[in-house]
C-alpha cells in the first residue's frame, strides 16, 4: 500500500539516503549540490508501507517571481520512480502538496499567492496531454516559457489577488 506522508522540515538522515538514491539512480538529479539543496525542500513522500521503498517524492521553494508582479510563490517540482508510475499518483501528490503549501502560506510574513512549475522534462513536454493550456486536475495554467523554452505553469491559492 502507498502512503503519502508529509515530511516538510523533518526529513530524518535514513530518508534523506532514500530520497537521494532515488534522484541518483533514476537520473532526476545529478548534481550533488543540487541535491542538497532539493533535500531540504522535501514536502512529501511516497513510501510502499510493505517494503518501506520510496517511490516518490514532492519539493517546493517560495521565490520571488519578478514576471508574476513580483508575488512569492512556492516552487513544485515532483519526481515518481519508474516502478511507481501509475495513473493519477501525480495528481494526487499534487494536490497534497498544493493543499498543504497554502495551508502554511497564511502564516509566512510574504504571503505566497500560489504555486508555479517549470516542466523540464523532455519526453513529458512531447506528450499531448501535457501540452494542454490548463491541467484541470490541478488547477494549473500555462502561463509562458522560460528563457530556456521550458513551459511555465501556474497554480493560485483561494482568494489569490495580483
Not at 88 to 93: A, I, Q
Not at 96 to 104: D, M, N, R, V, Y
Not at 132 to 147: C, L
Request: hydrophobic residues 40%; glycine residues 8%.
Amino acid at each position: 500500500m502507498l502512503v503519502l506522508e508529509n515530511v516538510f522540515k523533518n526529513v530524518s538522515p535514513d530518508l534523506k539516503t532514500k530520497i537521494h538514491g532515488l534522484w541518483k539512480s533514476e537520473g532526476a538529479l545529478e548534481d550533488e549540490k543540487l541535491i542538497e539543496e532539493r533535500l531540504s525542500q522535501v514536502v512529501y513522500v511516497i513510501l510502499d508501507s510493505e517494503s518501506g521503498t520510496l517511490g516518490g517524492v514532492s519539493t517546493a521553494e517560495k521565490k520571488r517571481v519578478q514576471a508574476l508582479n513580483n508575488n512569492y510563490f512556492y516552487e513544485f517540482r515532483c519526481f515518481i520512480g519508474k516502478g511507481y508510475r501509475v495513473a493519477g499518483l501525480d495528481v494526487k501528490l499534487s494536490k497534497i502538496t498544493f493543499g498543504f503549501l497554502e495551508s502554511i502560506s497564511h502564516e509566512d510574513v510574504n504571503h505566497p499567492i500560489g504555486i508555479f512549475s517549470v516542466l523540464e522534462n523532455e519526453m513529458l513536454k512531447k506528450e499531448t496531454v501535457w501540452r494542454r493550456a490548463v491541467w484541470p486536475e490541478i488547477e494549473m495554467y500555462f502561463v509562458g516559457y522560460t528563457n530556456s523554452g521550458n513551459p511555465i505553469r501556474v497554480h493560485y491559492f483561494k482568494g489569490a489577488r495580483i
